[in-house]
């Protein structure tokens, strides 16, 4: 006869423990270890399935369905795959449940039926807010169940194309003693509900929390569990929503997907440089923009310094939507090599409209940024720069370079500063050749000291 026995598990993480313990010793979270009930298994048992030859299995090519939002088919690769299961995942409030609306009467109004579970709002929060999205379809099924064998019924009965699930961990499964969210019930009833998108060959999209650090909420396997991890993020304040792939077992986790958050709903944003810029006013010193790359998709983003005297011995670097610390090093960069008296300077470093830059590809954007605040001149407006900026204050080529003064040229920019060794550019844009920080600063226009 099987045999329970007691296993203490993370519900940040997942680690597993013979005992409780106080502090995770995978994630340092306190107090995080809840009991399980685990049973043995009672002996050995033979495979149902057996094992054949690589080369006897024949490929079954999935045919992938458009969900009709562009920007989210950009990331899934051109749609979602019947009988896969993906999970979004993002902070409170972001945007998550009006995503997953908005996916689900699109394909209703494709024609698919859909079940929408709730299992966090009731019937007529979902429907208030489908109808300010204009999310009301008959194609649309929504309920508000919350445990997972009903929700088989249910796809049974209904037989959608589409099931999605509001969130993972507010469903539960009776047969299990521990309380809905816990990190048993969320394992086992997405490992059910995968099931289910195999077996039924159904799509389902299961929402997702994430913890403060923005991991996904629950336990690791999770992820594994599903064939697609999605990332939603994006700054409150700003109306810019970011959707990234971390995980794609039917295509590339290097597209970025960009919404806008309206008063109707999240709208894709096709031209997402043009919406950095709309606002930019050219004769400021202190702003330049910068090429950036986010996987395969080609950003321009509008990089501004300011510089103002701190307290003596107390100069501060504060950096908004760019890295602290390749500021830092810029900073030490212009100070050394090229003889920019930053030492007594407060310098704040901001990344226009939401979007983190972090490659090294803006490290001659932020430095030309830096001095054209110090020297209180503007950088020529039709001007873009890209490079990485080394130790000795020479200038490095960045990745996809070729892409990056692409974007520029279709934008109108004219000119564009790079490294010695940069590529030809396209037609329609000349590039500005700096083997040094120095020599970019002085092509931008800017004096030197």
Not at 106 to 133: F, I, K, N, P
Not at 428 to 441: F, K, M
Request: aromatic share 2%; with cysteine; hydrophobic share 45%.
């Amino acid at each position: 006869m099987p045999r329970a026995r007691s296993l203490f598990r993370c519900e940040s993480c997942g680690a597993s423990s013979p005992t409780w313990v106080g502090r995770c010793p995978g994630c340092q979270e306190w107090n995080s270890f809840v009991e399980e009930r685990v049973t043995a298994a009672a002996g050995p048992a033979r495979s149902a399935v057996g094992a054949q030859p690589i080369a006897r299995v024949g490929v079954d090519r999935a045919a992938v369905v458009a969900t009709g939002i562009g920007e989210l088919d950009r990331v899934l690769g051109g749609g979602l795959v019947p009988g896969s299961a993906t999970l979004l995942g993002g902070e409170p409030g972001i945007g998550k449940s009006t995503l997953a609306l908005q996916l689900a009467a699109e394909m209703a109004r494709r024609g698919t039926r859909v079940l929408y579970a709730s299992a966090e709002e009731s019937t007529s929060q979902v429907r208030a807010r489908a109808e300010r999205l204009g999310a009301v379809h008959d194609d649309l099924w929504l309920t508000t169940e919350a445990e997972v064998p009903a929700l088989v019924g249910l796809v049974d009965e209904l037989a959608p194309t589409l099931v999605v699930v509001d969130s993972i961990q507010t469903v539960h499964d009776p047969a299990l003693a521990s309380a809905a969210g816990s990190v048993g019930q969320v394992r086992e009833c997405a490992a059910a509900l995968v099931r289910l998108a195999k077996e039924r060959d159904v799509s389902i999209v299961l929402v997702g929390h994430v913890t403060k650090d923005g991991a996904l909420a629950g336990p690791r396997v999770l992820e594994h569990l599903v064939d697609t991890v999605l990332g939603f993020e994006g700054d409150r304040h700003h109306a810019l929503r970011l959707l990234r792939a971390s995980k794609h077992r039917f295509g590339s986790t290097e597209d970025l997907g960009v919404f806008e958050m309206t008063g109707r709903g999240l709208v894709p944003v096709t031209d997402p440089s043009a919406l950095f810029l709309d606002d930019r006013r050219a004769d400021v010193p202190g702003s330049v923009v910068a090429p950036v790359l986010d996987g395969y998709r080609p950003l321009l983003v509008e990089v501004q310094a300011l510089t103002t005297v701190g307290l003596p011995g107390q100069a501060r670097r504060l950096a908004h939507g760019v890295d602290a610390g390749r500021l830092s090093m810029v900073l030490a960069v212009l100070g050394e090599r090229v003889r920019f008296d930053v030492s007594g300077k407060d310098v704040h470093a901001l990344a226009v409209g939401g979007l983190r830059v972090v490659e090294p590809a803006a490290d001659l954007a932020i430095a030309l940024a830096v001095a054209s605040s110090l020297c209180d001149q503007a950088i020529p407006a039709d001007v873009v720069a890209i490079g990485e900026v080394g130790l000795g204050g020479e200038l490095r080529q960045a990745h996809q370079t070729s892409r990056r003064v692409a974007e520029a040229a279709r934008l109108g920019f004219a000119r564009a500063i790079v490294p010695r060794s940069a590529p030809e550019p396209p037609p329609g844009i000349a590039v500005l050749r700096s083997a040094t920080l120095g020599e970019a600063i002085a092509l931008a226009s800017l004096p030197l000291p």
